[in-house]
């Protein structure tokens, strides 16, 4: 349960921080015109670690392999 509920969590808060990342290098590419492809690409990193730790969790109690 510790295990299941952790990385939900993380997963979520990767994701959020993920999402917030790509909108921070969206208006610096669009607005300022500086430098965003690290952010951006920092952003998809997050994005994608944070679903994998989403759709990794296995539901406590579930007994089917």
Same mark, same amino acid.
């Given at each position: 349960?510790?295990?299941? =509920?952790?990385?939900?969590? /993380?997963? !979520? +808060? =990767?994701?959020?921080?993920? /999402?917030? !990342? +790509?909108?921070?290098?969206?208006?610096?590419?669009?607005?300022?015109?500086?430098?965003?492809?690290?952010?951006?690409?920092?952003a998809l990193a997050l994005c994608n670690a944070g679903v994998c730790c989403v759709v990794?969790?296995?539901?406590?109690?579930?007994?089917?392999?």
């Open positions: 349960m510790i295990r299941w =509920l952790s990385l939900v969590i /993380l997963g !979520l +808060l =990767l994701n959020g921080s993920g /999402l917030c !990342l +790509l909108a921070w290098a969206a208006y610096r590419k669009f607005s300022i015109g500086a430098d965003w492809f690290w952010s951006g690409t920092l990794g969790a296995k539901k406590p109690g579930n007994s089917s392999p």
